[in-house]
């Protein structure tokens, strides 16, 4: 059964169509996971093959279209009719003479949708550059256009009932947080922590469970805090060292991350210290300058003007639109908090706003998740805002 | 540090030259995260963002090109020199105006690559359509060949140290499944068996921790068990209803999966335990037709004779080569055990056996991961082949 009403799906569908509308297209092929979901319920870890959910302007309900063996999966997790639920043989599946967009070509032959204008997500990460081939091969009587993001800005609003759930992932987070704080300890190997944490994610609390999360956590140690995709090892955590905790909790694949630094110690090195206090200084001043109708790049402005004060500077952006999602990202890819984006703030307009200052051998981190509101901002985790020091 | 001898890593990279030449390719672009970490160590959750490593047949050592932040990642990961660590500025990352292979073709122009003939893995996970036109665009000079698996394929005979991984990584699989076993049970919620899985998994044995899967565990309950792929919920699980365990344990990002059906109750259908029966009789067969010079396609007909007579029939194949890899896949995509494929199975390739019989409203799992050895086969993890009945 699908996670929400069949009419908020056909309100979904009808929005993407609005857009397919703007940009001329007939069809569009949709084949990021999160997208997929969005518009039909489906949830499965089938994305390692390729598999699209097909909206045509002409048809009410959207054609999913995967390998056989996921075709249940689809009749158990979305709202399609059982008629819009196709499965390719399993001699698709990593074929040298065959390709799976070979079979969706053929579906869009099947529905006259073949002489269309197709707009495809040409940056979405399973959209591989020999699918792309194989359409154009396929159908030589279509025309394309790049689609790509176009059902991610239609997601970028939540509705209440997502936001729900985004909720509901912030206060597993602040168990899983907590968990983080309370495990990282002075000789206790690194995976014993990651494992504490990941149980804290999935138990979720007594009333919901957690869903796996986008991205694993990710928790150098030490020299490591200077970068912030490394993940960890089964070293025990030393003495008198930083640890970054960039943590996520998921509740029906909506994210809500939060990223804290705790030392280990009872020495915080005064770079570490100075640096915590002004980046928690920038980023409570950045929340409050969220409200509907302000532009993505003035709140990263009053960040850059506090930490500029400070005599520090960060080059990478300070936060991005994100919710639903599936590994490798839970980010969106569509609104940033940086220079030049002009995206205008509006309610349930949902962010991760994180103040990741990678230095040469060291590091700090700290953000919150939150929701864009009529006049403000509403965090989805209540946990206090500092550099965490455990002696 | 980078996880094996530079000696080991020289080595892989004159066989990935190897069939470079065979292919008349100069210079490999490969954005496989698994085959970037082989050719390099490279290791750490940024695949979420383009980033390459670039083989060129006159250069000793390959180039890593990624996101600035993620360059200190490569300095702890990898063997390379400084030099061959470029990070590219944070304005490429999601942006409307520029990709980060604008960046990468400049990598190549400066390196005198730009009129040669250029391999690209096609078909690779995060090689994207708009990431092949633009490489295509910035390099009108250069000749473009499809290069998918190539590197992969060099990938499929395991070095003893590689090997030895994966054995650590079969041992952590033991505690995995027996954990599974002993915390599903009726009553209890999905999500809080999951977690005490997942937990499982990372804190690994105490002598060698546990990395994160490429897969997260898959456990279909009931009808659902009818299809491969669906996750978990927070329902708790009834009693007399069949759970798959689709699980695996990882090691350095070495893997080694392991699926069982478990029954919840007394009265298991006579329908699954009849089909456990054959199934495991034609697992065990399977199995045994394993031998160095024997071909893949033979070994999955051992399994269809058996399970003939018995009057089923599967039509997905048994097994594929596995081993080191990254979210959304443990499989290498190369050798599968299936009609058609010829591949001759030699010592050290390691595969995952699966059988798995989805029907219409129900289903069956078992599976072992095993290398390939002169005379046989070894599994990675010892645990008894059947179905788990549990009153």
Redesign the interface.
Known sequence: MALFSTEEYLGRIDRTKERMAVAGIDVLIVADPANMNYLTGY??????VHQVVIVAMDAVEPVWVGR??????AR??TFLKTDNIIGY??HY??SLER?PMDFVADIIQQRGWDKKRIG?E????????????ALRKDLPNATFA?A?LLVSWVRCIKSDAEIEYMKQAGKIMEKVMQTAIDVVAPGV????A???I???????TSE?????TA??P?MPVG??T?????????EPYPDEVAVNLELAACRHRYHSPLARTLYLGSNPPRKLTDTAEVVVEGLDAALNAIRSGVVCEEVELVWRKIIAKAGLEK???IG?SMGLNY???W?E?TA?LRPGDKTVLQPNMTFHMIL?M?MDDWGFECSESFRVTENGCETFADFPRRLFVKS
């Open positions: 949830d499965g870890w089938s994305f390692y056989g063996m996921d075709a249940n999966g158990h997790t043989p399993d599946v990593q390709h495809l040409m940056d979405a990460y399973y959209f591989t550059a020999r699918a792309h081939e790049d790509n190997r690194e995976c014993d990651v494992a504490a990941c149980q804290a994610q999935i138990a979720g919901y469970g957690g869903d796996y991205i694993v990710m020299e490591k200077s970068t912030p995709h490394l993940t960890w090892t089964d080059e990478s952006r991005y590994p490798p990202d980010g890819h940033s990741g990678w």
